[in-house]
């Protein structure tokens, strides 16, 4: 697979968002070689889904009507990840998993943080490789992955845990994440009960690497990019120095399936809104 080393800049580091019958498909790896050989699988997520938002027709100019459809709501996303996540060969399923795209933000609420913190402690993040946090606030989508958290052996090396925010708005600057981020990883630590707590908070930093940047309202389908990569090219998910993959050519047009899968689900379910 192909490598641009001009885009391999040493990361940001700080301290602690169809077929012919109109179905969509959106982890169809149409056209990349991947490292593993095999074309993703595809679940039909989108397929026979009822679409429960009811919007009026747009009725803007073409060019913000393009640029609309390439902004996700939390419905397509849900329904894209669900696909996405059907990406994963199955004997490596247990290495992965992804919070709710809300849990982040119900944490924030002080009400509600006991909950998350249960529903994110039944998911084992200490047992996995990497877990995918999708974030969305400020109308943004960025994504957080927790690295390796169970490899405390490790701990303040690059095969130890590591927190990658991957956001394709750098001007948004997720810097301002970073101390809702500090709090939620250590209420995570905290909940539990790990005896290397102090260690995390002194050793582990969030770091912000280089990413493909957006160039309209498609923040959340860089975001589904971003998760697939990590799913699909073996080379990546072995090793956290080869982000660079997300450049490549051949994985970008993933980003173009994705995105144009996404346009056809809507126009499915505008269609039916309008009937």
Known sequence: MPR?????PEPEVVDLGSDNNGNVDVCQNKRSQTSRGQEAKTSRALKNASPSLHLPPNKRSSKRHKTNKDKLDTEIFELCMEDVWTCIDLEKMSDYAYFDLLWFNIYTNENDKSNVLRWIKAKKIFTRRYVFVPIVGWGHWSVLVLC????????????????LLLDSLKTTK?????AAINRF???ILKNEE??????FINEVELEIPEVPQQSG??????VLYFIYCFLVIEEMGEDLSKLDALFDPEELKNLEDIRNDIHAYREKRDAKIAE
């Not at 641009?4 to 391999?8: D, I, W």
């Not at 997720?174 to 970073?178: E, G, I, M």
């Open 194 to 199: 790990r005896e290397e707590l102090e260690q």
């Open 217 to 222: 309202d498609d923040c959340g389908i860089y």
């Open 4 to 8: 641009h080393s001009r885009h391999n």
């Open 185 to 187: 990883v250590v209420d």
């Open 148 to 163: 390796n958290f169970g490899e405390t052996k490790y701990l303040g090396t690059e095969k130890g845990p590591r927190m």
């Open 174 to 178: 997720p810097t301002r994440l970073r």
